[in-house]
């Protein structure tokens, strides 16, 4: 697997602030569930893929941390051209800073650029996700449905 920063934008970040007195409810290791997923199926040419998640830590430092995805193609037939059609699977951004809260959302928008391989046939795949908070914690990996990049 190749790294790769290029591919990942965070559209949006939402803070959700809840009380003091439900800190104690999280974790200095940040953890990350999907809450939404907006499509299986991402189409040409101009598709996003995007990807809510909602994001816990006890000490609110998500912010700073770092986002990866991964990438893991399932189709069956080989990537035609790998020279000129295999692009990174890992991509990492880093997330924006934003004032310490225990909970917050995420927005990843995947762009279909990104997700297409094979000029010739849709391609299938899944996401690994994980979420590195300011600290260096590093969340579990969480992984999404099957996607289709359609043409």
Known sequence: MRNNSF?????ALLTTALSACHKD????TPTITIKDINTTEVNAPNGVLRI???CTDKEGDEGQGELTYVRVRTNSTPIPDPTNNDKADTARAPVPPFPKTDKVEMILAIPYTFLDEDPGRNDTMFFKLTLRDSQNHQSDTIT???IVAKQ
């Open 52 to 54: 809510t998640l909602e």
């Open 144 to 146: 999404t449905k099957s």
């Open 7 to 11: 591919g990942l934008v965070i559209a």
């Open 25 to 28: 409810k999280f974790q200095t």
